[in-house]
């Protein structure tokens, strides 16, 4: 609108606003010979009607100015969040001044507390939250990893400049704190999942790049861990996530630590440091627990271990034939035949059974569902024995002239049976159990292919045993038929 049809409007506006009284002002006029008296008045100054028009204008100016401001004021222009295992929001307007602090999860509800954030600053927010994750012990030595997501506008920058704070506020005289940061974008599948587990998008966006570089893991088993344990297995694994940047080292303090576990494993396999070659280790989370997964090969044999990260606990052990690896093999060695040395039997099935029970630390009184028969392995005369211990199933192949092991797996058994079998009774259905399965897969019933299903019992207790395809993949779950609950996962790719 130009300055002349404002300056109409405006005048326009006055006139409708004058009230129509002429008539009662004549009444009131004397006449005075027969003319009615009047003051005679000058011309208006068209500047003051300028002016007028020009005030006017300024008037709507500045209401729509005050008026943008206070809508940007109250606009939501950036979405921080913090993850520990604590999860919680922040969104802030342009100007970084907090509109409002979520707790996402109970524990986040126990950070914010009573605390209202609504006016204050990003920083004293933050530096506030920080405060009470350290008094309430969701950081610690123990657990020093923390998770900072920004989406919104100048997220690289308010990215940057919030992971430096934040790890200077975590180096504090007990410990120092290792921090991921990333920016966020929209993903209403993630968002789904998100809000189905009480986390932020942010940490869901974390849990899905950790999948993507290892696949056999779920987001349902992933999403209750803290950051601490997602990074360890992060920075363990040399998982490198892009656009994930890190700082500082996740503590290990409330595990065994790697080189106890190395012990453990060199331990079990009967062999010292001095023999062994090609260490590797790494965190993983594995049978509903974080473990250690050790790996490294001697004598032409490659071990691999899964120890509990708590407790040391031998979870997993194998050992076989190292096919990479040549030069442990003697060049007369003749994988198709059978020699009349390395071919016999010296030793005894009752020897042979010895020596696998001493290195698995048991007595025959012990196991159960023993097994044992004549083989050859590698052009080698070789005792197979298997037997069930605890809930495990021990396999051995003993070298049948020399009496050493050859190779040996430990692993949970998934058909033992104990004292009371057949009592636990079926609370669930078999479509329940396949639907749950389904859900900790992150599928539908219309993806999957090859759909297998039996009840059997283990550990006293009915269960249901599923197994299917998808996309390459095999998949295996033991579902507790009282209750539905997830005994045993399993993924691998289908051979």
Same mark, same amino acid.
């Given at each position: 609108?130009?300055?002349?049809?404002?300056?109409?409007?405006?005048?326009?506006?006055?006139?409708?606003?004058?009230?129509?009284?002429?008539?009662?002002?004549? #009444?009131?006029?004397?006449?005075?010979?027969?003319?009615?008296?009047?003051?005679?008045?000058?011309?208006?100054?068209?500047?003051?009607?300028?002016?007028?028009?020009?005030?006017?204008?300024?008037?709507?100016? +500045?209401?729509?100015?005050?008026?943008?401001?206070?809508?940007?004021? &109250? #606009?939501?222009?950036?979405?921080?969040?913090?993850?520990?295992?604590?999860? +919680?929001?922040?969104?802030?307007?342009?100007?970084?001044?907090?509109?409002?602090?979520?707790?996402?999860?109970?524990?986040?509800?126990?950070?914010?507390?009573?605390?209202?954030?609504?006016?204050?600053?990003?920083?004293?927010?933050?530096?506030?939250?920080?405060?009470?994750?350290?008094?309430?012990?969701?950081?610690?030595?123990?657990?020093?990893?923390? $998770?900072?997501?920004?989406?919104?506008?100048?997220?690289?920058? @308010?990215? #940057?400049? $919030? %992971?430096?704070?934040?790890?200077?506020?975590?180096?504090?005289?007990?410990?120092?704190?290792?921090?991921?940061?990333?920016?966020?974008?929209?993903?209403?599948?993630?968002?789904?999942? *998100?809000?189905?587990?009480?986390?932020?998008?942010?940490?869901?966006?974390?849990?899905?790049?950790?999948?993507?570089?290892?696949?056999?893991?779920?987001?349902?088993?992933?999403?209750?861990?803290?950051?601490?344990? @997602?990074?360890?297995?992060?920075?363990?694994?040399?998982?490198?996530?892009?656009?994930?940047?890190?700082?500082?080292?996740?503590?290990?303090?409330?595990?065994?630590?790697?080189?106890?576990?190395?012990?453990?494993? @060199?331990?079990?396999? %009967? $062999?010292?440091?001095?023999?062994?070659?090609?260490?590797?280790?790494?965190?993983?989370?594995?049978?509903?627990?974080?473990?250690?997964?050790?790996?490294?090969?001697?004598?032409? /044999?490659?071990?691999?271990?899964?120890?509990?990260?708590?407790?040391?606990?031998?979870?997993?052990?194998?050992?076989?034939?190292?096919?990479?690896?040549?030069?442990? /093999?003697d060049d007369n060695d003749d994988d198709d035949a059978v020699s009349s040395g390395s071919g016999s039997f010296v030793i005894s099935a009752a020897d042979a059974k010895a020596a696998a029970l001493k290195h698995a630390g048991l007595s025959a009184s012990?196991?159960?569902?023993?097994?044992?028969?004549?083989?050859?392995?590698? &052009?080698k005369a070789v005792y197979e024995i298997e037997f069930k211990y605890n809930g495990y199933e021990y396999s051995y192949d003993i070298d049948a002239a020399t009496g050493k092991v050859a190779a040996y797996d430990r692993e949970h058994d998934d058909d033992?049976?104990?004292?009371?079998?057949?009592?636990?009774?079926?609370?669930?259905?078999?479509?329940?159990?396949?639907?749950?399965?389904?859900?900790?897969? &992150?599928?539908?019933?219309?993806?999957?292919?090859?759909?297998?299903?039996?009840?059997?019992?283990?550990?006293?207790?009915?269960?249901?045993?599923?197994?299917?395809?998808?996309?390459?993949?095999?998949?295996?779950?033991?579902?507790? *038929?009282?209750?539905?609950?997830?005994?045993?996962?399993?993924?691998? @790719?289908?051979?």
């Open positions: 609108m130009n300055y002349d049809r404002l300056e109409s409007k405006i005048q326009q506006a006055v006139t409708h606003m004058t009230p129509d009284v002429l008539d009662s002002v004549l #009444a009131d006029c004397k006449e005075q010979k027969g003319k009615i008296a009047m003051t005679d008045t000058k011309k208006r100054n068209p500047w003051k009607r300028r002016v007028a028009g020009i005030a006017a204008a300024l008037v709507l100016l +500045v209401t729509g100015v005050f008026g943008a401001q206070r809508y940007t004021a &109250g #606009a939501v222009a950036s979405t921080i969040s913090l993850d520990v295992n604590p999860s +919680v929001e922040i969104q802030v307007n342009q100007k970084e001044d907090v509109l409002a602090v979520n707790p996402l999860n109970d524990d986040g509800k126990i950070v914010v507390g009573d605390m209202d954030f609504r006016g204050s600053s990003l920083d004293v927010t933050v530096n506030a939250l920080i405060g009470s994750m350290l008094r309430n012990g969701y950081l610690s030595e123990l657990n020093n990893s923390i $998770l900072v997501s920004v989406d919104g506008k100048n997220t690289s920058e @308010l990215q #940057a400049r $919030l %992971s430096e704070e934040i790890a200077k506020l975590l180096r504090t005289s007990a410990f120092d704190g290792a921090v991921l940061s990333q920016t966020v974008a929209e993903n209403s599948d993630l968002q789904a999942k *998100a809000d189905a587990y009480g986390i932020t998008l942010g940490k869901a966006q974390l849990i899905s790049r950790i999948i993507e570089k290892n696949p056999l893991h779920t987001f349902e088993e992933l999403a209750p861990l803290t950051i601490n344990q @997602l990074n360890l297995m992060c920075q363990s694994g040399n998982l490198a996530l892009e656009q994930v940047d890190s700082t500082g080292s996740a503590s290990d303090k409330a595990y065994i630590g790697s080189e106890k576990a190395k012990s453990i494993a @060199l331990k079990h396999a %009967s $062999l010292s440091a001095s023999e062994i070659a090609q260490f590797e280790w790494e965190m993983d989370f594995e049978h509903g627990v974080m473990v250690y997964d050790i790996e490294f090969t001697c004598g032409g /044999y490659e071990y691999d271990y899964e120890i509990n990260a708590r407790s040391g606990e031998v979870i997993q052990a194998d050992r076989e034939r190292d096919n990479d690896d040549d030069d442990d /093999y012990q196991i159960s569902q023993y097994e044992c028969q004549k083989d050859y392995e590698n &052009g033992a049976v104990s004292a009371n079998t057949g009592t636990s009774s079926s609370a669930i259905s078999a479509a329940d159990a396949k639907a749950a399965a389904l859900k900790h897969a &992150g599928l539908s019933a219309s993806q999957i292919s090859r759909y297998e299903f039996c009840k059997d019992y283990e550990n006293g207790k009915t269960i249901y045993e599923i197994e299917f395809m998808y996309n390459g993949y095999e998949y295996s779950y033991d579902i507790d *038929a009282a209750n539905g609950n997830i005994l045993h996962a399993e993924r691998e @790719l289908d051979d």
